[in-house]
């Protein structure tokens, strides 16, 4: 079904061992597809796949295709919160490699307020949101790496 070959990242997240590092991997290929364009059209790409997601991911729910709401598998909410920051940043091997830890960190690891909205909004909304959160916290994270800590 198309609903979950988009939510899964093109069934990357039917990968058994860490599909979340492997959802935020694809996104790495989609940030170099549009790095070149220009920065309201990345944001607007972004936010677009966000409310995209968003529906597809509540239309899954009432169609039964997922065990849980925040089924392992889906893992389009990591390639969003990748994305969200990265869009920010240069492409180099050096930001890309420390984007994508500092990215898996905060998602892995989901501190306050990223823990909270992960236990308390069981919605497409919020399976989402505590991966934009991650990402903003990483692109803040990255930003000072980069910019204060030279």
């Known amino acids: 079904m198309i609903l ?9 997240g039917k990968i058994r061992y860490a599909p979340g590092t492997f959802g935020t991997l694809l996104a790495i290929p989609i940030f170099l597809l549009i790095y ?4 309201i059209i990345k944001i607007s790409f972004v936010f677009l796949l966000f409310l995209t997601s968003i529906f597809l991911l509540d239309l899954s729910y009432k169609k039964k295709i997922f065990k849980n709401i925040d089924d392992k598998s889906i893992v389009i909410d990591e390639v969003i919160g ?8 240069d492409n180099t091997l050096l930001i890309l490699l420390a984007s994508f830890l500092i990215f898996r960190l905060f ?17 497409a909304f919020g399976v989402i949101l505590d991966d934009v959160i991650a990402g903003i916290f990483s692109g803040l994270t990255l930003f000072v790496i980069i910019h204060v800590l030279k």
Do not use: A, C, H
């Not at 070149?36 to 920065?39: A, E, G, K």
């Not at 990748?82 to 940043?89: T, V």
């Not at 998602?107 to 919605?123: A, F, G, H, V």
């Open 4 to 12: 979950n070959f988009i939510l899964t990242g093109f069934y990357i």
């Open 36 to 39: 070149d364009l220009s920065l």
């Open 82 to 89: 990748y994305l969200i920051f990265i869009i920010f940043f």
């Open 107 to 123: 998602d892995i690891l989901k501190p306050y307020p990223i823990s909270l909205i992960d236990k308390k909004m069981k919605n």
